[in-house]
């Protein structure tokens, strides 16, 4: 069941990739194979416009009708404020929501933290 929902919107992901980046899916899924890409290759993979910094950020942002005045979230200030989850905490709140809560620490289903992976800014038009 796991399995399923993971290859699920493995698919799905994939062809919102394939669509959004005008890319054929094979092409798409030889770059969907789980590595992690540096700014320098995605851009030559074609998974993004440009390579930025805070300003071309905020610009990009403006020019897409976002306020200026939008706070942006800096890892001090997130870990900070305690924003987010760890995958160990969700996949601990999973576990017990399958009914074996015992499989785990009472840590692990109260863990905090930043959300695991790389940030990006984009696709302001995804709802």
Wanted: net charge negative; charged share 25%; no cysteine.
């Amino acid at each position: 069941m796991v399995r399923a929902m993971v290859m699920d919107s493995y698919d799905w992901f994939v062809d919102v990739v394939a669509e959004r980046r005008n890319m054929p899916r094979d092409q798409t899924l030889a770059l969907a194979d789980g590595r992690i890409l540096t700014g320098r290759q995605a851009l030559e993979a074609g998974l993004i416009d440009e390579i930025g910094g805070r300003e071309q950020i905020s610009a990009y942002l403006v020019e897409n009708g976002v306020s200026e005045s939008l706070e942006i979230k800096t890892w001090d200030n997130v870990n900070r404020d305690g924003f987010g989850v760890s995958f160990a905490s969700l996949g601990a709140k999973l576990v017990e929501s399958l009914g074996l809560g015992w499989f785990v620490s009472e840590d692990a289903l109260h863990q905090t933290g930043l959300v695991d992976g790389l940030l990006s800014v984009g696709q302001t038009d995804w709802h």
